[in-house]
């Protein structure tokens, strides 16, 4: 259990460092004023970040997720085991019930953190060096959130994390078993690898075009209040202001980043997960689910 700990950290790490640029490009995306839009779309906000913003800019924010990897994963993993364990066989429909157990509880940490990391990626739109931060770090950010806003101020956003990720982890799990199954995944066979990178880069494509527009509407509300505006007044206040505004289309925007951000995160945490495995357990049976890391978003996935 402990390596499938230490693998799953592993894992999420390379899949943050891969797929944060994306979605930095994602929120930015997101939360955008309609009326004066400063990015046409997802190539031109990539070339915009790197032209005024440096390599960097794609960076913004990632300590916050760095941070809760760590608990994330354990929480998942912990949970999802026991789910599985307590359910007593291994069906889909129990894999998908366990993944959302899974999801759900570790809300906890996931909506701090994706609200710190949202504020720090918003935070200097167009500057190439940032002239006044409000925000030192994602710690800074969340310590200031508690100080004005308390506990409630910093699980802003909880309600649309908890309804993302129920379904959004158990499409995860649910995907991920099917297609093992169906690629009939063993570690001695040679494609093991290729086959796990494909069924986990798979898995998040799924789950996020499962959950999307509930995403959209997390960001835009852990978004309200920056620069001292606040534009909703609550989840119903968003989608139809949202809705009213900008059309179905809103709810569907920076889906095209988060999609090409889903399959190598995916990708990169399985490929991470599986070589440390492999090298640890050299000598022991290592089953595919249980090298099954978490997703990357705003997760997690």
């Known amino acids: 259990m402990a390596l499938d700990f230490a693998a799953g950290c592993l894992g999420g790490v390379a899949g943050v460092l891969v797929g944060h640029p994306f979605d930095t490009v994602k929120v930015r995306l997101q939360v955008q004023n309609s009326d004066q839009p400063r990015y046409r779309g997802t190539i031109h906000c990539f070339r915009s970040i790197l032209k005024q913003e440096s390599v960097w800019g794609f960076y913004k924010g990632i300590g916050s997720p760095m941070m809760g990897l760590t608990f994330i994963n354990a929480i998942v993993f912990g949970v999802q085991g026991n789910a599985m364990r307590h359910l007593g066989r291994d ?3 129990n ?4 993944g959302a157990a899974a999801g759900g509880i570790q809300c906890i940490i996931c ?13 200097g739109m167009g500057e190439y060096q940032v002239k ?14 508690y100080r004005k806003h308390g506990i409630r101020g910093i699980n802003k956003g909880m309600v649309t994390t908890i309804v993302r990720e129920l379904p959004g982890f158990g ?9 093992t199954r169906a690629l009939n995944c063993e570690l001695d066979d040679s494609f093991v690898i290729p086959k796990l990178l494909f069924a986990g880069g798979m898995s998040g494509i799924v789950s996020w075009l499962s959950t999307y527009p509930i995403d959209v509407i997390k960001s835009r509300l852990q978004a309200d209040g920056v620069g001292g505006v606040n534009q909703y007044s609550g989840i119903m206040d968003c989608v139809r202001q949202s809705y009213r505004k900008e059309g179905w289309r809103v709810f569907a925007r920076g889906l095209t980043s988060t999609l090409l951000r889903a399959f190598p995160v995916n990708a990169a945490t399985f490929a991470t997960v599986t070589m ?8 022991e049976t290592c089953k595919p689910q249980e090298a099954a890391p978490t997703i990357q978003q705003p997760s997690s996935l």
């Open 95 to 98: 894999q998908f019930l366990a």
């Open 91 to 93: 069906t889909p429909l």
């Open 111 to 123: 909506c701090p953190m994706e609200l710190a990391k949202t504020r720090m990626q918003l935070q």
């Open 132 to 145: 006044s931060k409000v925000y030192k770090n994602s710690l800074d950010c969340l310590v200031r959130i």
């Open 171 to 179: 499409f995860y799990f649910l995907t991920y078993d099917c297609l």
């Open 276 to 283: 440390f495995l492999m090298y640890s357990r050299a000598d």
